[in-house]
């Protein structure tokens, strides 16, 4: 199973912006896709993002025009660049091994927006 490493969370202000890694050594040679997923308190998980095998990105509507997700194969690295950042985008985030490779999930890291 491949090891999922998220980072770059923390605390911003709303309208600010951060950057998440999601470091998965081997998702490139194996083709997988990757996933963005969050879990607010209380909340079941959301998806928010994917980025397909062959580069194909998809956005949920509740970030879309204000995150986007990147890939780095040279490094594995998945990125998820979020701007404009709001009170409700607090959440616990994490990063998922997709299809066509087997399910694997990171321990998450964790943004708040507060003011």
């Known amino acids: 199973q491949l090891q999922v490493e998220e980072s770059g969370g923390g605390l911003v202000h709303p309208g600010g912006s951060l950057s998440l890694s999601c470091i998965v050594p081997?998702?490139?040679?194996?083709?997988?896709?990757m996933d963005w997923y969050r879990q607010a308190a209380g909340t079941q998980r959301e998806w928010i993002s994917q980025?397909?095998?062959?580069?194909?990105?998809l956005l949920a509507d509740s970030v879309k025009g204000r995150f986007t997700i990147s890939v780095d194969r040279a490094n594995d690295t998945v990125y998820l660049k979020m701007n404009d950042l709001k009170l409700e985008d607090t959440a616990m985030y994490f990063c998922?091994?997709?299809?066509?490779?087997?399910?694997?999930w990171g321990q998450g890291t964790q943004v708040t927006v507060s003011s």
């Open positions: 998922r091994v997709d299809y066509p490779c087997n399910e694997a």
């Open positions: 081997g998702f490139t040679s194996k083709g997988c896709g």
């Open positions: 980025i397909s095998n062959d580069g194909r990105t």
